[in-house]
């Protein structure tokens, strides 16, 4: 059991873990910091904090344990206001969607990655963004990646550990690249194609008809393209070598259906749709 | 209300409209057509249909109304069959994917398209097929979409209305072209990428490690590449000229972003997220 945990920024992720943290009882108090006093007292209001800080002024040195969950690309930018007050005995872990830049940040904020520091990832959350979204259970049985790197103390990877698997997720370590390379395939390339097949859409001369005309099929196909920009931006820059060859690979692949479909080729059609549909049959299955 | 409903083919569109048209009492006997004799003696076990003929000697001269509801590529096969038994004053329509070629199928096989032949295309179903699978109230607030030619009496095209309204759909009236064209972007571009990415990640060194790691809303996005293949390779084939300028102007859109992802270009990122999922929000309020 926590004392006090620090949630730095208060999205959809850190306060779904607030709630869990609370109904489990893995903390006593949570404090919030952020930039916004209007949305912290929001949050406040809602119970999902019981007091919170702002960022810039902030006295983080009685934490037991402090999460980031701030868009990736802010992870210095919040690191260096931490700085002053953290307490080497804090933990300090993240939520953040890639893992390279967020152990990068923290090298260039602190000479290295703090031993107490544990990178992670839970591959959770929606469409939807704000603390006002905050789901209790998000995380019961859903993956949470920890890449800890030589640097990191092996009991600050138990303690964190010990804190997801309370919630019902389930903990995986693997390294930073490895989580870089995976997430660029399963996550950040479908939400890239989401928005696009959106965008190529909207574009089209008949694009009012085809909104109208749009099966359901095609709301849960493009339910991804409604996620927050300012959240993917971040990705898309944080993450741009994998990603950029996951787009290229996907590329790749779909000019060779365009192909086989442009030669009227049934049969080449058929193996490549058939592949498609037996992998993500058995993938299902496990 | 109908006395003789043939469904050729027994799939699961047209096995949720059988349920439909018994539940709201509009036939009084559904009679199956198909090639595979256990199958529609499955059918009819399951109370889908009343009885059922092969398609190869069927005799469907005492219809009101046949429903053809085979893969679009086999429409012209089907109608020859159908044709010796035909009689003129039974309504015929078809629930197929695609209007162009199944209108010139009929074409072939009648010399021109029959004056009581109502193509048309009920924006429905899911990524399972098979009359196991069918479900009451499938059409339900679904939009249904007759493509009506200048040799269609336009009686013909009142009574399928009629039966589609009864059912709860929402019918609308376009050009053969026009649903060509926006089903091509709406429906035909989406499952091309949904069977693209899954094999795409099934190419992946790391493929076993992605699967494992996919989160649930990879699954959703992915629903449609476990859609069979056989009906969309006839869709690839009957739809090509429309499919292919909807991938190549899908690709374009996604060079766009790949570029300004490339470039580090925040910016350009973000207003392309952002137009995507404005688009999408408000396409949702409609």
């Given at each position: 059991?926590?004392?006090?945990v620090?949630l730095?920024?208060?999205?959809l992720i850190n306060?779904s873990l607030a709630k869990d943290l609370?109904?489990y009882?893995l903390?006593?108090?949570?404090?919030?910091?952020?930039?916004?006093?209007?949305?912290?007292?929001?949050?406040?209001?809602?119970?999902?904090?019981?007091?919170?800080?702002?960022?810039?002024?902030?006295?983080?040195?009685?934490?037991?344990v402090?999460i980031l969950g701030?868009?990736v690309?802010?992870?210095?930018?919040?690191?260096?206001?931490?700085?002053?007050?953290?307490?080497?005995?804090?933990l300090l872990t993240d939520v953040g969607s890639t893992k390279?830049?967020v152990?990068?940040?923290?090298?260039?904020?602190?000479?290295?990655?703090?031993?107490?520091f544990v990178p992670g990832h839970p591959i959770a959350g929606s469409?939807?963004?704000?603390?006002?979204?905050?789901q209790?259970d998000l995380f019961q049985n859903r993956k949470v990646i920890l890449t800890p790197?030589?640097?990191t103390?092996?009991?600050a990877v138990q303690d964190i550990k010990k804190m997801w698997l309370a919630t019902g997720a389930q903990v995986e370590e693997m390294t930073v690249?490895q989580h870089d390379?995976i997430l660029?395939?399963t996550s950040?390339?479908?939400?890239?194609?989401?928005?696009?097949?959106?965008?190529?859409?909207?574009?089209?001369?008949?694009?009012?008809?085809?909104?109208?005309?749009?099966?359901?099929?095609?709301?849960?196909?493009?339910?991804?393209?409604?996620?927050?920009?300012?959240?993917?931006?971040?990705?898309?820059?944080?993450?741009?070598?994998?990603?950029?060859?996951?787009?290229?690979?996907?590329?790749?692949?779909?000019?060779?259906?365009?192909?086989?479909?442009?030669?009227?080729?049934?049969?080449?059609?058929?193996?490549?749709?058939?592949?498609?549909?037996?992998?993500?049959?058995?993938?299902?299955?496990?």
């Open positions: 059991m926590f004392n006090k620090y730095v920024g208060v999205g306060a609370k109904r009882q903390a006593k108090t949570i404090i919030g910091v952020g930039r916004d006093s209007q949305r912290l007292a929001k949050a406040q209001a809602l119970d999902i904090i019981d007091n919170y800080q702002l960022l810039q002024d902030c006295n983080v040195s009685d934490a037991d402090i701030v868009p690309g802010k992870t210095g930018d919040s690191l260096a206001l931490l700085k002053p007050s953290l307490n080497p005995r804090s390279g830049n152990v990068q940040a923290a090298e260039e904020v602190f000479g290295e990655l703090p031993a107490r469409e939807q963004s704000g603390f006002e979204y905050a209790e790197t030589e640097n103390d092996e009991a690249g390379a660029s395939a950040h390339l479908p939400h890239m194609v989401a928005y696009t097949l959106v965008n190529y859409l909207g574009e089209r001369d008949d694009a009012s008809s085809i909104f109208n005309f749009a099966a359901g099929g095609f709301y849960d196909f493009t339910r991804i393209a409604s996620s927050d920009p300012t959240m993917w931006v971040d990705i898309c820059k944080a993450n741009k070598d994998r990603l950029l060859e996951s787009i290229d690979g996907f590329s790749n692949c779909l000019n060779e259906l365009r192909s086989a479909i442009d030669k009227q080729d049934g049969d080449v059609i058929n193996a490549l749709l058939k592949q498609a549909k037996h992998l993500r049959d058995a993938s299902l299955l496990k």
